[in-house]
Nanobody, 121 residues
């Protein structure tokens, strides 16, 4: 069994900041890519940022320069530092991990339960 547990969402004013965390636990052999996605009401889920086990990062154009993704491989944890937040960032943010479980020879995608981020004055 694998679990991804997110934390750090909440309500923040425009221009403010939040830091999201996501910890993966369970019978994990290795984690390849970890990332954050978001889904606003009435919209499809979209990629926010990803990071490989080696530290290579990828960002959606809409968050470049404002958000920073990082990870602690020893803790199986990924973070998303979100600065200069705008109302358009309001969404449920989901953690994703592509990982290999003990006893399973292939990697699979796992999702967290989501955490709400609301940017409003």
């Amino acid at each position: 069994q694998v679990q991804l547990v997110e934390s750090g969402g909440g309500l923040v004013q425009p221009g403010g900041f939040l830091r999201l965390s996501c910890a993966a636990s369970g019978s994990i052999v290795s984690i390849n890519v970890m990332g954050w996605y978001r889904q606003a009401p009435g919209k499809q889920r979209e990629l926010v940022a990803t990071i490989t086990s080696g530290g290579s990062t990828n960002y959606a154009d809409s968050v470049k320069g404002r958000f920073t993704i990082s990870r602690d491989n020893a803790k199986n944890t990924v973070y998303l530092q979100m600065n200069s937040l705008i109302p358009e960032d309001t969404a449920v943010y989901y953690c994703n991990a592509n990982l290999r479980r003990l006893g399973v020879p292939w990697s699979s995608n796992y999702w967290g339960q989501g955490t709400q981020v609301t940017v409003s004055s």
